[in-house]
């Protein structure tokens, strides 16, 4: 949808971290329009109705349609097999403010009402920290600057996580050296970040899309109950995990809480045109 639940929509970050166009504003061929006719709202109903206990729902961005979808007919959530969803933080480290994560933030009341209404339907959230634990395993810091954030106060909750930060080296030097065309377009749309983030490269999407393809990269998952924050003033889309159980409500959320990342490198770098992953590849044990 175009329009949010209760406010419109305004970049948080200026300028936009992936451009004004989504691409990087690396003027890129324009390409023709392909907007469905269908709204996508509806489209959820259709093939969640249509696929029932079969359709996996990726959400990569704001819970907006998912929202709505579920207020129009609620049966979907008997439905559908399972949301991946990209959102939220587990402990409280947020990314578009001091406490809430991008995606929650931009739409919390969609992001309320997924949380709310969707369970049973199973809702396994890669939460922002995990992002930050997802990568490369070939070079092993914990203290570096993640874009703009500073991570030294975290660096103990890091090292009893095993982060091994990605640092540049594995997109410019691993991923580029395939120079397959998914690459070089890779190349042209990060530019800008690139240069802007000299230290780190971080793959959200990514992360979370090779869960769902693959389910052998989650290596841990924690069943929690959990509500999105709407009325804070400092804490308005943040996710408020209950993992003292003072609720005792049952779980509606499942937070992926580690990941196997040679795992997912290699299926990143089948994506981008390489070598298909082999069995012994979706197997591999993550360096420690």
Not at 174 to 198: F, I
């Amino acid at each position: 949808m175009s329009e949010f639940i209760m406010a419109p929509f305004s970049h948080i970050q200026q300028p936009p971290y992936n451009g004004e166009d989504g691409f990087g504003d690396a003027d890129l061929p324009e390409i023709p329009e392909r907007v469905e006719a269908e709204h996508s709202v509806l489209a959820i109903i259709r093939l969640a109705e249509q696929y029932k206990g079969k359709l996996t729902i990726i959400a990569l961005g704001p819970l907006t349609n998912l929202a709505m979808a579920v207020k129009i007919k609620p049966e979907i959530k008997g439905f559908i097999k399972e949301v991946f969803i990209l959102g939220g933080n587990m402990d409280g480290l947020g990314n578009a403010t001091p406490s809430a994560e991008f995606n929650f933030l931009v739409d919390p009341e969609a992001a309320a009402i997924a949380l709310d209404s969707y369970p049973p339907c199973p809702l396994i959230i890669l939460p922002w920290e995990i992002c930050l634990t997802a990568t490369s395993t070939y070079v092993s810091k914990t203290h570096i600057r993640v874009h703009k954030y500073e991570l030294v106060q975290f660096q103990t909750y890091f090292e009893n996580q095993n982060i091994l930060f990605r640092l540049k080296e594995f997109r410019t030097e691993t991923v580029r050296n395939l120079n397959t065309p998914q690459v070089q377009l890779m190349d042209a749309v990060e530019a800008k970040n690139l240069e802007l983030n000299r230290e780190s490269w971080l793959v959200a999407d990514g992360i979370l899309m090779s869960c769902a393809l693959d389910n052998s990269i989650i290596l841990e998952k924690q069943d929690h109950f959990a509500r999105v924050e709407v009325d804070g003033t400092l804490t308005r889309g943040m996710l408020v995990v209950d993992k003292a159980r003072i609720v005792e409500d049952p779980p509606n959320v499942q937070l992926i809480t580690r990941l196997n990342v040679p795992a997912f490198e290699t299926l990143l770098l089948w994506a981008a045109g390489g070598p298909p992953p082999t069995s012994s590849d979706r197997f591999k044990k993550p360096r420690l």
